[in-house]
């Protein structure tokens, strides 16, 4: 080892300090693992830039892909009580459900004849222009809408604050603020070179890196993981208590009074700034989904990186020619969706567990 450079060792590494990381470093160490966890800031990154929506009815998968989705949201209310039991934390949650907005009476029709029971169990219901205003008065504008009944949103930016607070806890985790550089890759053990120089070794590394989850050296094979760009605004107003969606973006409430308006979907690579079209066009979103709105004051403008695969489904799972590396990336839309249940499910597989769910849209061989 070259003189300066530190070596130390740990059951499993996880790259990547989003909510899929810290999530599954939290789930690993309750397991009883030592977790070394590799979480360097980045800009850009998705996980505190989202909006927090649990939206598995709204953004429809198929099959076992919509059934991890489906049990993803449910996971929510036990996960954040948990979380505030042992941080004192609690993370705000909306389960009121979500609206799909028709502005005209041909998106109304439209909607009106996706209501009912679903094969998953749920009920979306149709609400009249009526019905709609008696239970959103700012909505009053609209033709009707579709309630997506279990869905909702979580404050994803509180629940990374409770998820780190929970690891500067945790005695079985160590968190170094150092990207990965590199990874070396046996069957039954790794090791991982960080940019600091720092190499650690251990029997599993867990691949959670967001949109930059292919730029390792010594991967296996291409991550096929790209960044798209999410730009959204927050507006000092909140007239409304449900989410919805509407006018080809959504709006999303929150405890503190703001509302969240968002988002473009742009492939500009790792480019995190703003720009003032997209921005103006999240106002003019924002206005048309809830009118109440238009006044409001802009309090910020942002942008995130989704991590996107091309099928925009998460890949998870052991790489198929080195099983010492563990992939839970690439999750597009739905990293704060399903990070609480992607972490319960690598902790399956690192400690050898049978996962309760049916992981095969997710696996990477999918990819060729």
Known sequence: MAPGRRASAADVVVVGGGLIGLASAAELAERGLTVTLLADPRPGEASPAAAGMLAPSVERANGAAHRFAVAARDRYPSYVARLAERTGLTVPLNRLGIFELALDERSAAELRALAGPRGDGGTAAWLDAAQLAAEEPALGHA???????????????????????LLATETRVRVLRLPAQSVALGDDRAEVVTRGGERVSCARV???????????????????????????????????????????????????????????????????TTTRPALDQMRATGTAICPALAGARLIAGWAGLRPVTPDMLP??????????????????????????????????????????????????????
């Open 315 to 368: 890949i998870i799972g052991p790489d198929p020619d080195r099983p010492s590396l563990l992939y839970a990336c690439g999750h597009s839309r739905n990293g704060i969706l399903m990070a609480p249940l992607t972490a319960d499910v690598v902790a399956d597989l690192v400690t050898g567990a049978v996962p309760k769910w049916d992981l095969s849209p997710f696996r990477m061989e999918r990819f060729g």
């Open 143 to 165: 033709a009707g809408a579709l309630l997506q009944p279990d869905d909702g949103a979580v404050d994803n930016v509180v629940l990374i604050r409770a998820l780190e607070a």
């Open 206 to 272: 867990v691949l959670a890196a967001g949109a930059w989850a292919g730029q390792i050296a010594g991967l296996p094979r291409s991550v096929p993981v790209e960044p798209l760009r999410g730009q959204m605004i927050a507006l000092a107003s909140s007239p409304l208590r449900h989410v919805v969606y509407g006018a080809g973006g959504y709006v999303v409430p929150r405890e503190d009074g703001r509302t969240l308006v968002g988002a473009t979907m742009e492939r500009v690579a790792f480019d995190a």
